[in-house]
């Protein structure tokens, strides 16, 4: 049986709470037939009515994380082709 669940001074039967898991992938062409894939994944629990709200700022989450390390892996991706052009 599930626990029931406290918001304050109010307890919540669980019908009225819901997980939501929200991930993101990315996946990077490199060449070569080469890729790189990027993912992130997170899960809240939430009362039912704020479930709409609450998947949308766990997908926005997910996709900056992952945009986030794109951008990064594909800063360091630059810093090292140009250090083998100068060297």
Not at 29 to 50: H, M, P, Y
Request: charged fraction near 30%.
């Amino acid at each position: 049986m599930a626990q029931e669940m406290r918001i304050g001074k109010r307890t919540l039967p669980p019908a009225l709470r819901v997980e939501i898991v929200r991930s993101f992938t990315y996946k990077l062409n490199v060449g070569n037939f080469e890729s790189r894939d990027f993912f992130c994944s997170q899960k809240a629990e939430c009362l039912a009515d704020d479930a709409e709200d609450i998947s949308e700022r766990l997908y926005q989450f997910c996709r900056s994380q992952v945009m986030k390390a794109v951008n990064d892996y594909m800063a360091t991706q630059e810093i090292r082709n140009q250090t083998r052009r100068t060297a």
